[in-house]
């Protein structure tokens, strides 16, 4: 098992920049890849963002690609989610998720996910 505890999220206005953090806790994190989720309501959970733990290489859906930055810092366990340019459609409940295992495909297989932080943006 591996606790991811989010942090970040809230209510900003279109136009405006937050930044989610997600910490894998209790153990140092040997795991393939972590990533970033989100489910609008009314919506199924969709593909956000990416990283290879071990190379740093990055991986985005279409719709945030240029707004948002993933990046990871391996002494701290954690991944960070920068998103800038926000719009009301980005307004979702955001999952942190991790994977154990590879696969060339980041959009899938994560098997630890965190508790989901609030994302608003008003318009």
């Known amino acids: 098992q591996v606790p991811l505890v989010e942090s970040g999220g809230g209510l900003v206005q279109a136009g405006g920049s937050l930044r989610l953090s997600c910490a894998a806790s209790?153990?140092?994190?040997?795991?393939?890849?972590m990533g970033w989720f989100r489910q609008a309501p009314g919506k199924e959970r969709e593909f956000v963002a990416a990283?290879?733990?071990?190379?740093?290489?990055?991986y985005y859906a279409d719709s945030v690609k240029g707004r948002f930055t993933i990046s990871r810092d391996n002494a701290k366990n954690t991944v960070y989610l920068q998103m800038t340019s926000l719009k009301p459609e980005d307004t979702a409940i955001y999952y942190c998720?991790?994977?154990?295992?590879?696969?060339?495909?980041?959009?899938?297989?994560?098997?630890?996910w965190g508790q989901g932080t609030q994302v608003t943006v008003s318009s």
């Open positions: 998720a991790a994977r154990s295992l590879y696969s060339s495909d980041y959009t899938k297989y994560y098997n630890y």
């Open positions: 209790g153990r140092t994190f040997g795991g393939n890849a």
């Open positions: 990283v290879s733990w071990s190379t740093g290489r990055t």
